[in-house]
Nanobody, 123 residues
Framework: RVQLVESGGGSVQAGGSLRLSCVAS????????LGWFRQAPGKVHEWVAG????????NYADSVKGRFTISQDNAQNTVYLQMNSLQPADTAVYFC????????????????WGQGTLVTVSS
């Protein structure tokens, strides 16, 4: 299993930026993809972005393209989500998740999840 711990959430005003971090430990070599999801109050998990371990290959949801950037530090087993031009609609709990094979947008396909970090964007 892969243990995931997110950090970096907080409260910002619209137009602001935050950087989320996700530190992976355990069987990290068993996860091909690390992804970010978010869950707004009363809504289901929404795919945000994913990155292939040890690669620069990334995927983004249309709603965050051009505003969010996912990256990784392989030496630190850490994945980042740089979020710029934040809007109130981005308010959610953000989760890091690991999948054995490839990055997909379906939450149920991910086997390991962090506890989440709350991002609140005010207008």
């Amino acid at each position: 299993r892969v243990q995931l711990v997110e950090s970096g959430g907080g409260s910002v005003q619209a137009g602001g930026s935050l950087r989320l971090s996700c530190v992976a430990s355990g069987s990290t070599s068993m996860s091909d993809c690390l992804g970010w999801f978010r869950q707004a109050p009363g809504k289901v998990h929404e795919w945000v972005a994913g990155i292939y371990r040890g690669s620069s290959s990334t995927n983004y949801a249309d709603s965050v393209k051009g505003r969010f950037t996912i990256s990784q530090d392989n030496a630190q087993n850490t994945v980042y989500l740089q979020m710029n031009s934040l809007q109130p609609a981005d308010t959610a709990v953000y989760f890091c998740a690991a999948r054995r094979w490839g990055c997909v947008e379906t939450p149920s396909q991910y086997s390991d999840w962090g506890q989440g970090t709350l991002v609140t964007v005010s207008s």
